[in-house]
């Protein structure tokens, strides 16, 4: 099965790189890397999550590029970035610090986002050197730093050791994913999307979801059951927006509020009513706009703003 399998037109396309490079992890891991957009405009990273690619932020690439310089990359293993022998959060921040030191100058700043094992990623390098050199602000999109397993509804029973097995079982499956069917499609959505997705939304995150080799989705699922970084949240000390899905199954709104709670600089909190676990193809316009935000406030022109981040929880109507 092809590793690029997503849509190749409409809306959740994935729009041409400006340019391509190749950027080489602690351990040699050569993640491939995305360059979107205008050389001479404020920077943004974006770092995707388990089992998908760059390929899940075409609308925020697309939005973006036409005023900023947007970096994207394939996590190891996703997308064009090879395999590897090294599975772990500190192999993610690894490959974040490469990246970063590979698209942009020295000092260079870049307002961040990551979305799911991609917040993730941002909450491992939080203290990282090369990280801190570059981070500006960040955005976490359905992420959690802890008890992902455990507090994870993809399984409707009540929470508990029976619940939170199963759930183990589903989502650390060796079992392929086979070609994109109506039944695939159903059951994508009931676990990562809100009841309202329509069907192209859904046949774009399929397509993305099942070009991940089974291998390297079983690898980071086991990294993911084991995921402490609760005191990486205290080490992120860069102005953080934080955005959910107030029906994401996979890192429910507990653990946006949770983040929210312990963030030094938390730039507040927005609940999506009724979306899942995909927000940034689910509400792209709302994620590109908190990255405008962000990028406004803390990167457009160099010196930080003196905006108050106050952890208030704002709620989006008809995301």
């Known amino acids: 099965m092809s590793r690029l399998m997503s849509v190749a037109d409409g809306p959740y396309a994935h729009p041409a790189p400006v340019r391509e490079l190749t950027a080489v992890s602690a351990d040699g891991a050569r993640l491939h890397v995305e360059v979107h957009g205008v050389d ?9 999550g388990w089992t998908c690619s760059t390929a899940f932020w075409a609308a925020q690439i697309r939005d973006l590029a036409a005023d900023h310089r947007v970096v994207a990359y394939d996590q190891r293993g996703h997308g064009r970035s090879p395999s590897s022998s090294a599975y772990g959060t500190d192999v993610l921040a690894d490959d974040l610090e490469a990246v970063l030191a ?11 986002a990551g979305h799911s094992m991609g917040g993730m990623t941002v909450l491992a390098a939080s203290a990282r050197p090369g990280f801190r050199e570059h981070a500006a602000a960040v955005l976490l999109c359905s992420t ?13 029973m009540r929470a508990g050791r029976l619940r939170t097995w199963l759930t183990r079982r589903a989502l650390s499956s060796r079992a392929p994913l086979g070609p994109v069917t109506p039944v695939s499609r159903r059951i994508l959505k009931y676990a990562t999307m809100g009841a309202g997705s329509p069907a192209v939304m859904v046949e774009a995150c399929a397509r993305i979801v099942h070009a991940c080799p089974r291998k390297v989705r079983y690898l980071w699922a086991r990294v993911l059951d084991g995921v402490q970084l609760e005191a990486a949240v205290r080490e ?5 927006a934080v955005v959910v899905g107030t029906a994401d199954r996979l890192t429910p709104p507990v653990h946006a509020r949770a ?27 709302v994620v590109s706009g908190l990255i405008r935000e962000l990028v406004v406030a803390y990167a457009q022109s ?14 989006e109507e008809g995301a």
């Open 40 to 48: 001479d405009g404020p920077v943004v990273v974006l770092s995707h």
């Open 102 to 112: 590979a698209t942009l100058a020295p000092g260079e700043k870049a307002v961040i």
């Open 144 to 156: 959690g730093s802890s008890r992902l397993v455990a507090e994870a509804l993809v399984v409707p």
């Open 236 to 240: 992120l000390l860069v102005p953080t």
């Open 259 to 285: 983040l929210a709670a312990v963030l030094p600089k938390c730039h507040g909190v927005t609940e999506l009513p009724g979306l899942g676990h995909m927000t940034p193809v689910e509400a792209p316009g």
């Open 302 to 315: 160099g010196s930080p703003s003196t905006q108050a981040d106050d952890g208030s929880v704002r709620i």
